[in-house]
T-cell receptor
Framework: AQSVTQLGSHVSVSEGALVLLRCNYS??????LFWYVQYPNQGLQLLLK??????LVKGINGFEAEFKKSETSFHLTKPSAHMSDAAEYFCAVTDTGRRALTFGSGTRLQVQP | DAGVIQSPRHEVTEMGQEVTLRCKPI?????LFWYRQTMMRGLELLIYFNNNVPIDDSGMPEDRFSAKMPNASFSTLKIQPSEPRDSAVYFC??????????FGNGTRLTVT
């Protein structure tokens, strides 16, 4: 069975600081990995995805993530946090045999002025 | 592109009542998913359809829950009878083939 573990339910950073949100996956087959963002009272929006190919994936709003098979990780980073980045972030996994996503428990990002 | 449309946005009902949540997927998408989000359990897949046919309903909590997709542009999730523990935000999402899921804004259900 596939699963993802997000370390840290809450992360707080200062505006302009590096954002690092951690995600580790468990999958018996090559995974497809995703990061979604959820703003209050809204649905989830896709930030970026990894399927095959380049392991460093760039997404929207300056976010990127690196697929590291040796570490079974797919951490999300942004060099400089902005107040508008405050939201909840979800890592998700699937594979070629299954269309539905399995989500992590989420990490709430706070950005302090 | 209007996105995935869910209705109602909020639903408050009393225990024992029937609740129907509605979803209109993005036109042309062939997959439709129902997820439930709670503080305790996070985002859980309830059921998903491909070309209007249910593929995996193993996440449906119990017989009180049912989902239908009578055509490519409409799906319902019904709870009968509703219970307080069903209180959650229910999300519908759709996708085309291997493309990422597009989510609606959810229905916040409160059962008193």
């Amino acid at each position: 069975a596939q699963s993802v573990t997000q370390l840290g339910s809450h992360v707080s950073v200062s505006e302009g600081a590096l954002v690092l949100l951690r995600c580790n996956y468990s999958s018996s087959v090559p995974p497809y990995l995703f990061w979604y963002v959820q703003y209050p009272n809204q649905g989830l929006q896709l930030l970026l995805k990894y399927t095959t190919g380049a392991t460093l994936v760039k997404g929207i709003n300056g976010f990127e993530a690196e697929f590291k098979k040796s570490e079974t990780s797919f951490h999300l980073t942004k060099p400089s946090a902005h107040m508008s980045d405050a939201a909840e972030y979800f890592c998700a996994v699937t594979d070629t045999g299954r269309r539905a996503l399995t989500f992590g428990s989420g990490t709430r990002l706070q950005v302090q002025p | 592109d209007a996105g995935v449309i869910q209705s109602p946005r909020h639903e408050v009902t009393e225990m024992g009542q029937e609740v129907t949540l509605r979803c209109k997927p993005i036109s042309g998408h062939d997959y439709l998913f129902w997820y439930r989000q709670t503080m305790m359990r996070g985002l859980e897949l309830l059921i998903y359809f491909n070309n209007n046919v249910p593929i995996d309903d193993s996440g449906m909590p119990e017989d009180r829950f049912s989902a239908k997709m009578p055509n490519a542009s409409f799906s319902t999730l019904k709870i009968q009878p509703s219970e307080p523990r069903d209180s959650a935000v229910y999300f519908c999402a759709s996708s085309l083939g291997n493309s990422p899921l597009h989510f609606g804004n959810g229905t916040r259900l409160t059962v008193t």
